[in-house]
């Protein structure tokens, strides 16, 4: 670095002054941000969703362009206009949504941009030792001749922060890093995460777990609503303090699970030993489950082992191998997504901006998806448009979607108000099965609150819910019963999720305990147990 | 007004503006009188009567290649074969119009009606390959479009040409088939009305039936439409069914209502046109005929310009095509609505 | 039938293949190379029409074939290059701008024509060139391959050694590597300080130059001359052969070979006076056919795209 006055502990690796941020949309992500961090510390960025700390992050490593506001670092201003200027100054951000190549292998990816060569050619064999120089010395190893596709999520994230530092970041971003990993994959990251801090790298990592910034950070810095309301000293501020400054208000995070309903309720899903085997790999391994009416049956797990895949199946968006599904005592089993609907259930979607909304079109035109060839809303061939109009109006006043017109773009709602229009089409067609896959992701305190409202809602009127989710605390306080699943199999079965601990359950999740097969499908399907 | 309806206005507006701007300094790149053989081309078609009418008349068959092409990009789908429709319709169209005998409604009916089933056809195949399996209708479609142009000159030189004429040409379509003019000076002719109607139809098609929201709902996005139970293979089939019968009808119009015997030995070229005016019309049957009045305009002013100056009618192809790229360039004048949009949010932000 | 399936099989025949298939393979390359960057290269039609007019008027006012050569493949550059600026910069959705830059070609290239040489739709005053036929030396003489392989057109050789530079450009050089991550997770490129429309805009660049190269062919190699529509939907059959050949140049080069056979197919029966306009489907219904079966073994159950 050069010879400099010997800077004091205290001075700031990074400052952002004065950030502002408006979408074309209208939205103001980020309004006269001022974030500062130390170096050598473990700084935390927390908010709501929407609160604008990945904007804000954004900013710093040149995806977005500011409109206004300067950022200094190592106490000069800089212009970071690409991801190349921000990792010339030292900053790596490794992102929430993985940025790799699929096709490629981990070699590949982690030197991609700055590949070693002779001549025009790509030298392979220099690359892979070089992954695996940079694998020993920071401790998280890779195989560098496997391509991403193959390679579990908490190894892709690993060549995610390699390929940060291959590139000399000391500064390094972590965007709800732990989002998919496991508890113990999690732990292993604070290790290693720890381990940087002593090699004397900074780290900002963004979250909204607020016992994980608790645990791993030094200082925590919480915005809301494009603003930031405040700097703290991790251990001078309790999670309850920070909770109420990233709300605005006393937030009671204790959803509340439906009244367990008397007897065994009439059976609305069945499924039954499904398989599916895709691109070779064998996704679903005879997952059985049922699900009563007024119930809400949990699916614990982390993301990749078979959720999507069961979820697709039974709403017959994918046919399986063998196996059978059961909606309301009718057989869905490799029906059309059109006709298990007309059974009665509905689904909301992972991805809602994928499946769940056309976000070119009208909030009316999305209300009306799931009906729009029946009364009131068309006598099979005509619309009425009235009809339809006033159904938007209603739903839009029920559901508290905020909005000035019935005619606006859906895409232009936040995303939990895109949520709030998902989930009022979809739940107020009286539904006898509800398949809610993520609800929460992506979406703040107050519109999740809502959802949570709904769901349980939903139960006394007799529909039976199948509820997935990565969140563990937030499955687990929802459900009346829970399975876990791990590589396309149901591993373990909970009657009384009372009691449960995260521990526990996190050790199913990983693979590490696993219920006999046979056990866990009688005592789910309340047949006697051998 | 909608901010987004005068935006979207704005820059077609400025597009055009464009084009024409563009259109002419080719034009004085090639001709000695530029300023003369443009004036040409923008006042032609007001000229006299006769190039009025013919400047409403190409109008027609502009409008029904452009509803075709509406409602199959409605759906997202990429099919390009209205040339080809329109053109074996009108082969169709001749046909039944040189070998049918029937009384003169009746006669007209049918005639059309070979059209429109000729048009399906060759909209049904391109339609079932994406829909079985998934072939780009793209490349299908324009596949279709030379296997179309070769059948009909195969039908129309082997099977229904007139050996007694001196051209290429097809048999006398008979009387009894023909859609009627309405003056001596002009061609235009009752087809009008089957226009007319046609655009009410997709419009109501499109925007207040079940089967028309599916489509929409296909192209806006596929995902969501399958989730949402829209069997969308279903809807792609039949859009591009409805599409093709839309261009054949076209061409069978056109035959009826203004040659009354098949002379072309290429394609008439409504086709690509027609995509032109999807776009332009932003895929709003109510919007095609704006559209296809504008792009007749064109055309018959190219070929004022043509005869009375030293410029080629293919000049119009190059006002087209910027055309086409400006007006689907998202980003086009994006940079000046941000700053206006920032512009509204500071004002909102000191104001509370 | 006899004389027909023997002249099918002869040598002479092969080598026809050969050099029909040329400009096809040509155009596929570029597919490739722009698909696997990411962007669907749907002007390779008007490319190669433009190719095919500016090597035409560039030799003839040159007197060289090679300065014809040139233009057409800087032709073929520049319209990649406009295509990448509108579709990268202006984010106009990239197959409406091909199918705007097919447009403006298949009648720009008429009016070009008239206007610097007064032809109307052929360029039958201009003496323009032809690209030099070549004998390998002594693959000549060898038996049955030397009369298809040992005398072809430079240009048809130029193909298949482009087969292989393409190849190994996009496999075993770095810049082929950023290439593919491109078009794989552009965010992912994005994000290691890669810019995506630098990568892209050199794809069609690249692509453009290829396309230029068939165009070429068709005016200076195939026959001499420019006329109105020449290329006849070969830059969308070899859209075709692209998806046909996986996005590999390899598969490329083989499915272009197929469609190779179908036109030199067409055009030897066309000599036979079966009806001409029926024959002349046969590429055109090959490669419908050719598609439906591709793409229907490619179909996984509800996961088709919206091309």
Aim: hydrophobic share 45%; charged share 15%; proline share 4%.
């Amino acid at each position: 670095m050069g010879a400099q006055t010997q800077a004091r502990a205290t001075d700031p690796i990074l400052l952002m002054k004065g950030i502002t941020k408006v979408y074309p949309n209208g939205l103001v992500a980020n309004s006269n941000v001022t974030f500062e961090v130390r170096k050598g510390e473990i700084h935390a960025l927390v908010g709501e969703n929407g609160a604008g700390k990945t904007t804000l992050m954004k900013v710093l490593f040149g995806l977005e362009k500011p409109d206004e506001g300067s950022i200094f670092i190592r106490g000069e201003e800089v212009k970071i206009s690409s991801p190349n200027d921000a990792i010339r100054y030292g900053v790596g951000m490794v992102h929430q949504h993985f940025m790799l190549a699929p096709s490629l292998t981990v070699a590949e990816n982690i030197v991609l941009g700055a590949e070693p060569r002779r001549g025009i050619w790509f030298d392979r064999r220099r690359a892979e030792q070089m992954c695996r120089e940079l694998g020993e010395k920071y401790g998280l190893q890779v195989d560098p001749a496997a391509r991403i596709s193959d390679v579990p999520v908490g190894i892709r994230q690993r060549v995610e922060i390699l390929k940060a530092l291959m590139r000399g970041s000391d500064i390094l971003v972590l965007d709800e890093p732990t989002a998919v990993l496991t508890p113990q994959e999690t732990e292993e990251l604070f290790e290693a995460l720890k381990s940087l801090k002593e090699m004397g790298h900074t780290i900002i990592f963004i979250s909204h777990k607020l016992r994980e910034v608790k645990e791993l950070s030094d200082r925590v810095t919480v915005l809301r609503s494009g603003r930031v309301i405040g700097t703290r000293n991790t251990d001078q501020v309790t999670v309850e303090e920070t909770s109420r400054m990233m709300v605005g208000r006393d937030v009671v995070l204790r959803p509340m699970r439906p009244k367990a309903p008397a007897g065994p309720g009439e059976v609305k899903l069945l499924v039954n030993k499904l398989n599916l085997v895709r691109d070779g790999t064998h996704v679903l391994k005879d997952v059985s489950l049922q699900v009563r009416a007024g119930e809400i049956l949990g699916v614990a797990g982390v993301e990749g082992n078979g959720q999507v895949e069961l979820v697709e199946v039974i709403t017959g968006l994918s046919p399986c191998d063998s196996g059978e599904v059961w909606v309301c005592r009718q057989d869905a089993t490799g029906k059309s997504p059109g006709e298990i609907r007309d059974m009665g259930l509905s689904h909301i979607p992972q991805d809602r901006m994928i499946f769940g909304v056309a976000s070119n079109a009208s909030i009316s035109e999305n209300l009306i998806s799931n009906r729009y060839n029946k009364a009131p809303v068309s006598n099979g061939f005509s619309l009425n448009l009235k009809a339809i109009s006033r159904l938007s109006q209603e739903l839009i006043g029920k559901f508290d979607i905020k909005t000035s017109s019935a005619q606006q773009a859906v895409g232009t709602l936040s995303g939990g108000n895109i949520q709030k229009v998902v989930i009022a089409r979809e739940f107020s067609t009286g539904p006898q099965v509800i398949i809610a896959n993520q609800p929460t992701r992506g979406i703040d305190i107050g519109a999740t609150e809502s959802v949570h409202k709904y769901l349980v809602e939903a139960t006394e009127s007799g529909t039976a819910v199948l509820l997935i989710c990565a969140d563990l605390n937030e499955v687990m306080s929802l459900s009346n019963r829970l399975i876990v699943m791990y590589e396309g199999q149901v591993v373990a079965y909970f009657d009384e999720v009372e009691g449960l601990t995260e521990e526990e359950i996190g050790l199913y999740m990983l693979g590490l305990k696993r219920q006999e097969p046979d056990q866990v499908t009688a005592s789910m399907m309340g047949r006697p147990v051998e | 007004m909608s901010r987004n309806t005068w935006f979207e206005l704005l820059r077609t507006g400025v597009a055009i503006a464009a084009a024409l701007t563009i259109g002419f300094v080719v034009t004085s790149l090639v001709s000695e009188s530029p300023v003369e053989a443009f004036g040409y081309f923008l006042k032609g078609p007001f000229t006299s009567i006769r190039r009025f009418g013919s400047f409403l008349e190409a109008a027609v068959p502009l409008t029904f290649t452009g509803l075709a092409v509406s409602l199959v990009f409605s759906a997202g789908q990429f099919n390009m074969g209205a040339e080809g429709q329109f053109f074996i319709g009108a082969v169709a169209a001749t046909a039944a119009g040189v070998f049918l005998d029937l009384p003169p409604v009746i006669h007209t009916i049918v005639c059309l009606a070979a059209g429109m089933i000729a048009g399906a056809i060759g909209g049904f195949i391109p339609g079932v390959l994406k829909a079985r399996w998934n072939a780009s209708e793209l490349v299908a479609s324009l596949m279709l479009n030379y296997v179309f142009l070769k059948l009909g000159m195969y039908l129309i030189t082997y099977h229904l040409r007139d050996p007694s004429a001196g051209a290429l040409v097809s048999l006398p379509l008979k009387e009894s088939s023909w859609l009627p003019q309405f003056t001596r000076t002009t061609k235009l002719h009752a087809g009008i009305f089957v226009m007319f109607l046609v655009v009410f139809l997709c419009y109501y098609f499109l925007y207040r039936t079940s089967r028309g929201y599916e489509a929409r709902m296909t192209g806006q996005n596929l995902s969501f439409a399958r989730y949402s139970g829209i069997p969308v293979l279903k809807v792609i089939l039949l859009i591009q069914v409805l599409g093709g019968a839309v261009a054949g009808l076209g061409g069978a119009v056109e035959m009826l209502g203004i040659y009354r015997r098949f002379q072309w030995q290429a394609s008439p070229g409504y086709g690509f046109d027609g995509v032109i005016i999807a776009i332009l019309a932003r895929n709003n049957p109510l919007l095609v005929p704006l559209a296809a009045v504008f792009l007749a305009y064109l055309r018959v002013g190219a070929d004022v310009m043509a005869m009375y100056a030293d410029v080629s009618a293919e000049m119009v192809s190059i006002i087209q095509a910027v055309i086409i790229l400006l007006v689907t360039a998202e980003a086009f004048l994006a940079g000046y609505r941000h700053r206006l949009t920032l512009k509204e949010v500071k004002q909102r932000a000191s104001a509370s | 039938m006899h004389p027909l399936l023997k002249a099918v099989f002869s040598a002479s025949f092969a080598a026809s293949i050969l050099r029909v298939t040329t400009p096809i393979l040509f155009a596929s390359l570029g597919a490739v190379v722009a698909d696997l960057s990411g962007v669907v290269n749907i002007a390779l039609e008007g490319m190669m029409l433009i190719s095919a007019l500016m090597g035409v008027i560039a030799s003839a006012f040159t007197g060289s074939a090679w300065v014809g050569f040139l233009a057409g493949v800087a032709s073929g550059i520049l319209v990649g290059l406009v295509l990448g600026y509108f579709h990268l910069k202006l984010r106009t959705n990239v197959i409406l701008a091909g199918i705007a830059l097919n447009l403006l070609a298949a009648q720009g290239t008429v009016f070009v024509l008239y206007a610097v040489a007064h032809d109307k739709g052929v360029s039958s005053s201009l003496p323009s060139k032809v690209m030099p036929e070549v004998q390998l030396p002594i693959i000549k003489d060898i038996p049955v391959l030397g009369a298809i392989i040992g005398k072809q057109n430079i240009l048809t050789y130029l193909s298949l050694i482009a087969v292989v530079v393409v190849y190994l450009f996009l496999y075993k050089t770095s810049f082929g590597l950023r290439l593919r991550a491109v078009g794989e997770n552009p965010d992912a490129a994005d994000s290691v300080g890669i810019s995506v429309h630098k990568v892209r805009f050199i794809a069609l660049a690249i692509s453009g130059a290829l396309a230029g190269m068939g165009g070429v062919h068709l005016s200076m190699g195939y026959v001499s001359w420019f006329s109105r529509n020449m290329t006849s939907g070969r830059g969308y059959i070899a859209l075709a052969a692209k998806a046909l050949g996986r996005n590999h140049p390899i598969g490329a080069f083989l499915a272009s070979l197929l469609f190779g056979v179908t036109d030199a197919l067409s055009n030897y029966m066309q000599s036979l006076r079966v009806p001409g306009e029926f024959v002349q489907m046969i590429p055109y219904v090959v490669t419908l056919v050719v598609l439906a079966v591709y793409s229907g073994r490619q179909l996984k159950w509800g996961r088709f795209s919206n091309e």
